[in-house]
Every structure is written in C-alpha cells, then in structure tokens.
Nanobody
C-alpha cells in the first residue's frame, strides 16, 4: 500500500516561495508507470491539479501555474517536492500530494479524481 506524507511550512509570506515535500512509502518513486502530483483546493473553490513528476523524472505543469511551479524528486529519500514561487494570498489552499500507479494519459494525469493515493493534505496560508 502506497502511503504519502507531506511536510513543509503552513504559513508563507506574500512574494516568497511555497515549498512542500512528499515522502513516499510502500513504493519506489521510480516504480514503473507511477505519476506523482501536487493538487490543491483553495477555500470555497474547485480542486486544482498543479503538476506532476513521472517515474521517469519527466515533469508537466498546469499551464496556469507553469511559470511559477517546479516539481523535483530525491530518489535517495524517496521524496518529491513542490516549489511555488512569488505566492500571493490567492495561493492559500489545502495542498495535497497524490499518486497514480497505472499507465496514464495526459488527460488522466491532470484529472484529480484519477489519483489512487493521497497525502493527508495540509493547509498553507499566504499572509504577511
């Protein structure tokens, strides 16, 4: 059973960088076909898929966030991480890491309900 554990600050100041890390257990992040994503839900708004890093270390980002988002991995720690630059209060949300372990199309990887495994979700507030 894949388990995901998120970590990182819960409060970030405007214009700074939001950083989150997801530690994976139960599978290697290099295991075939796995896609590792970051997803968020702002208060009162729809879920938003942010970006993905694949088992082959390729990345793909939401076009609306691409200029500010970076996802990377550390295979030695079996972790993947999110950086979101130049945050504003609009980036306040519950942030989740999520994983899917099947062959995946681009449409599926960007669809929130297609994910099989989820972290616990963490509220991140952008405020001075």
């Amino acid at each position: 059973q894949v388990q995901l554990q998120e970590s990182g600050p819960g409060l970030v100041k405007p214009s700074q960088t939001l950083s989150r890390t997801c530690t994976v257990s139960g599978s290697s992040i290099t295991a075939s076909y796995y896609a590792w994503s970051w997803i968020r839900q702002p208060p009162g708004k729809e879920w938003e898929w942010m970006g993905v890093i694949s088992y082959e270390d390729s990345t793909y980002y939401s076009p609306s966030l691409q200029s500010r988002t970076s996802i990377s991995r550390d295979t030695s720690k079996n972790q993947f991480s999110l950086q979101l630059d130049s945050v504003t209060p609009e980036d306040t949300a519950v942030y989740y890491c999520a994983a899917r372990g099947r062959r995946t199309t681009t449409a599926e990887v960007t669809t929130v309900r297609e994910y099989d495994y989820w972290g616990q979700g963490t509220q991140v507030t952008v405020s001075s």
